[in-house]
């Protein structure tokens, strides 16, 4: 390791002691900056590394709620105010059991350089609970969102913090955290994004993330003379990210082999087309169901407590969690003939899998770049809702698509090797950072 990276991941590691994947994600962020900063030193003067990994405000808060059995359960609820220099703090919520304050931490820290890549006024955030909604009724679902928004409330707003979902914060929580915010300020504003359609939300925002990581992917192939079409495509997760980019992969000619949840993955060697894309959003979404069902309606195989990436694929699109791909795993995508890695998910890749997609020269787009299509388009909604008009599915497509497009335009100015194979890790954090950093120095001090 660079003995100035070593150097300040030792800084890291000691003011913020446990938080590994705070860690991780800082040195993958360090390892490209650093020597960038040496090169363009007004950065090094305004110690702008040591302040951006330094979140601006960490509330911690306490969540009592009642369960249907009358009885009281306690939960921890979390927001990580990170940076403000280019907007109001944005970014989701993560209601699962393994949030803690380290994840939490990468997250709004990935986030601070993943917005600012958008181009659109977006400082970083994140936030949620170790709250789980999996197996909770509709009823105990809400009490413990209006529970979250009572404290919440005060530290968040359209102009200040504006949180949106994520893994386990879909429209239902949405709609729950949003009416009870209304309740408490007595006014209506665009404090939340991912909102009903009906009441302020913006079209294609569901679509969002897993449409612009497949756009993300498109914009990478076409540098190595490629497309999405006729490709086999290994997608993990069954959440939000992986229904629609199960939907973008096909429409563009793709075919999508796999799905999974934490209890496994299911094989389906014919596809997953459209009406069995209905089962797993009726699945999911509706009757809270697990994968393995799928393997049961259409007759696939099901490997119980295994991911997908032994499966032979052209492309593959982690959309689950983060480190879901290890090192193994990459290796076993790369001998199988992977070409092309794409990150719906935020940090899935460790970096030792990540080592072995660069050695092996294949695409690989991180998911603060990749990803970055649900912020983007949660910045557009904010902007239906200041202007109080919303535009039409198409017009937002088009802004989505646009917006990845200049996503991988930037990573290609700042990642492009000398042998020219675009290194989309240095591009996204050099692309992301540059922004903030002049932001912050105009700012002074602050
Ligand atoms: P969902 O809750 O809708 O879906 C998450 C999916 O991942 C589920 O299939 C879930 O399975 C699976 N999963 C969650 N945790 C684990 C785990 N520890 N091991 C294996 N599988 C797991 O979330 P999203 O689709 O919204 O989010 C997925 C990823 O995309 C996350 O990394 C998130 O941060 C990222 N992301 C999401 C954005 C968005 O707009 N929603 C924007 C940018 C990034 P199960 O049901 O069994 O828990």
């Not at 600012?116 to 999996?134: E, I, Q, R, V």
């Not at 799905?259 to 797993?280: C, H, M, Q, R, V």
């Not at 983007?376 to 109080?388: F, I, P, W």
Request: proline share 4%.
């Amino acid at each position: 390791m660079d003995p100035r990276v070593q150097q300040f991941m030792a800084m890291i590691k000691a003011r913020n002691p446990g938080e590994n994947e705070f860690h991780q994600a800082v040195q993958e962020v360090s390892e490209s900056l650093i020597p960038f900063i040496e090169e363009n030193p007004k950065y090094k003067y305004s110690k702008i590394l040591e302040r951006i990994a330094e979140a601006e405000r960490t509330i911690i808060f306490r969540v009592p709620w009642l369960d249907d059995k009358g009885e009281i359960q306690i939960n921890r609820g979390f927001r990580i105010e990170m940076n403000s220099a280019i907007g109001p703090y944005k970014g989701g919520l993560r209601f699962h059991p393994t949030v803690n304050l380290g994840i939490l931490k990468f997250l709004a820290f990935e986030q601070v350089f993943k917005n600012s890549l958008t181009t659109l006024p977006m400082g970083g955030g994140k936030g949620g609970s170790d709250f789980d909604p999996k197996g909770k009724s509709d009823n105990e679902v809400m009490r413990f969102c209006q529970s979250f928004m009572t404290e919440l409330f005060r530290h968040i707003g359209a102009d200040t913090d504006v949180p949106a979902g994520d893994i386990g914060v879909g429209g239902r929580e949405i709609g729950y955290l949003f009416g009870q915010y209304k309740r408490l300020k007595n006014e209506f504003t665009g404090v939340l994004t991912g909102k009903g359609i009906e009441w302020g939300g913006s079209l294609i925002r569901p679509e969002a993330t897993g449409y612009g990581a497949t756009y993300f992917a498109q914009e990478m192939l076409s540098t190595a003379g490629e497309s999405i079409k006729g490709k086999i495509v290994c997608i993990s997760g069954s959440g939000n990210v992986a229904q629609y980019a199960t939907e973008k992969v096909t429409q563009l000619g793709g075919k999508v082999v796999t799905s999974s949840d934490s209890n496994g993955f299911i094989y389906d060697p014919k596809g997953i087309d459209a009406e069995k894309l209905s089962f797993i959003m009726e699945l999911k979404n509706l009757r809270r169901g697990r994968i393995k069902e799928y393997a049961e309606k259409f007759g696939v195989e099901y490997f119980e407590g295994n991911r997908p990436w032994g499966i032979k694929c052209d492309i593959a699109m982690p959309n689950a969690t983060q480190n879901e791909i290890d090192e193994e795993d990459a290796r076993t995508l790369v001998k199988n003939g992977c070409i092309c890695v794409t990150e719906g998910a935020n940090m899935p890749s460790t970096p030792e899998a990540v080592e072995v997609f660069h050695k092996a020269k294949i695409l690989y787009g991180p998911g603060k770049a990749a990803n970055a299509g649900g912020v983007a388009t949660s910045g557009l909604e904010m902007t239906q809702n200041s202007m109080r008009l919303p535009w039409s599915r198409e017009e937002v497509d088009q802004k989505l698509q646009v917006i990845m497009k200049n996503i991988h335009a930037t990573c290609v100015i700042y990642g492009k090797n000398s042998d020219g194979y675009i290194n989309y890790v240095d591009g996204a954090n050099i692309g992301g950072f540059v922004k903030v950093a002049n932001a912050m120095i105009a700012q002074g001090v602050v």
